[in-house]
């Protein structure tokens, strides 16, 4: 039996209902994403829809602005072991898909689509666009976009920051080799993680990271405050283990969320946000954490051995670990991750792994830092966006290239108050 009719107004974790204009496209698209899906079963059915909806699932409701009928085209599409992507027209059942639906017309103006997956976590890869079939020309959806010209450095300042406060000083007791273990307490103290709200006694749920650059500011990926508001979670800092509170956690709710304009055009293009919190007080004994330093150079750091690190999954669609981990892995070439990802990837991305594999980042961890060292300090060159599986031989990870985006951040972070190098 189908739940009632309801609704609603805006999108949710797992429920997005978009318009197709009139001669356009809409991309529906779960590359790789690395959030870990954190939902209440719930049951969140449009007036007119019969479509049950699972917490284990992300669904699009597609509707033509002209009553036009609509196509798909899937340009990539690989599902894992257990999962299902169905799509309706006629309410009352629906196609499965294994392989993309290509150039497929249908005979009706709306469509629900459903990803569903039988793990904790979804690996699933698939980029779609959904068309109008209008007399009006169909835009072409493309994967290739022009790198930002970037040569300001973000304004920051210092103020309000005392003489020992320094960006990007790790807190290591001793000197060792990372390489997928869990991080000393507080050894980057930098490091969020985006929390659901939780019940006092419970354990936290984290279903992103983020990284802190300055008194009031956190950079994550758009990717997973995409359709949340500043009440729909929380930011944890400071924090080493969900199961209990380190000396140095603080949980802190968000003031502001600011996507990039760009999201998403195309796929998982400009993948990139900002979230603002109540201002944090470096002098205060009492506040151990710090910003990660932000880069002032435009290199590829092709190469160069960096760090990620995050509370997702130990393996695709594994589960979380209850401590933070972190593992080292080299930044490859953008023309050696186009050879396995294709034109998916841009000039705004930045790609880490290694050709054996067994060494990345998973869900749970997008939107999480990928630092790199210069000289004592650590930088932030990338933030974890994508990829398919985790760990896979050869199948680096791809993340946001923060040099692509000095300018917008700078622009977007009024009053940023960080500590010296």
Same mark, same amino acid.
């Given at each position: ?5 309801? !609704? ?88 499965? *898909? ?7 017309? *249908? ?150 969320? !600011? ?81 396995? *990802? ?35 300090? *650590? ?43």
């Amino acid at each position: 039996t189908a739940p009632a009719c309801t !609704t609603i107004a805006t999108a949710s974790d797992a429920y997005t209902q978009v318009s197709v204009p009139a001669g356009g496209c809409v991309s529906i698209s779960d590359i790789g994403t690395r959030r870990r899906l954190v939902v209440t079963p719930k049951a969140l059915v449009p007036c007119g829809w019969v479509f049950t909806f699972s917490a284990k699932s992300f669904m699009w409701y597609s509707q033509s602005t002209d009553g036009s009928k609509l196509s798909m085209t899937c340009s990539t599409f690989n599902l894992a072991t257990g999962e299902d992507f169905l799509v309706t027209e006629k309410l009352e059942s629906a196609n499965r *898909y294994t392989t993309g639906p290509s150039n497929t017309n *249908y005979a009706s103006s709306r469509l629900a689509v459903a990803f569903r997956y039988n793990q904790p976590s979804s690996s699933g890869v698939f980029n779609c666009n959904v068309c109008s079939r209008s007399s009006a020309t169909t835009a072409a959806v493309t994967t290739t976009t022009t790198k930002p010209t970037t040569t300001t450095k973000p304004a920051t300042s210092s103020t309000g920051t005392n003489s020992t406060c320094r960006c990007g000083i790790a807190n290591r007791g001793v000197s060792r080799i990372v390489g997928g273990v869990a991080t000393e307490v507080n050894e980057y103290p930098w490091q969020v993680g985006l929390i659901a709200p939780a019940q006092p006694g419970t354990q936290r749920q984290v279903f992103c990271g983020g990284t802190l650059i300055c008194d009031r500011y956190i950079i994550t990926a758009a990717h997973c405050v995409k359709g949340e508001t500043t009440s729909s979670f929380d930011v944890m800092l400071g924090a080493h283990s969900t199961l209990n509170d380190a000396a140095s956690a603080i949980i802190r709710d968000p003031v502001k969320i !600011t996507m990039h304009p760009s999201y998403g055009t195309p796929s998982m293009d400009n993948d990139l946000a900002i979230i603002e919190i109540k201002p944090l007080n470096f002098s205060d004994p009492a506040v151990q954490v710090r910003p990660v330093c932000l880069p002032d150079s435009n290199t590829t750091y092709v190469g160069t051995n960096a760090t990620v690190s995050g509370w997702g999954t130990l393996t695709s669609g594994g589960n979380q670990p209850a401590v933070l981990h972190e593992v080292t892995i080299p930044v490859v070439s953008n023309a050696d991750c186009r050879a396995v *990802y294709g034109a998916t990837i841009t000039s705004n991305m930045l790609c880490a792994g290694t050709a054996a594999g067994n060494k990345d980042s998973c869900q749970g961890d997008s939107g999480g830092p990928l630092i790199a060292p210069d000289g004592a300090n *650590y930088e932030l060159i990338g933030v974890v966006s994508f990829g398919a599986g985790c760990g896979d031989p050869g199948v680096p990870g791809v993340y946001a290239r923060v040099t692509a985006y000095q300018d917008w951040i700078a622009k977007n972070t009024p009053g940023c108050n960080t500590c010296p190098r």
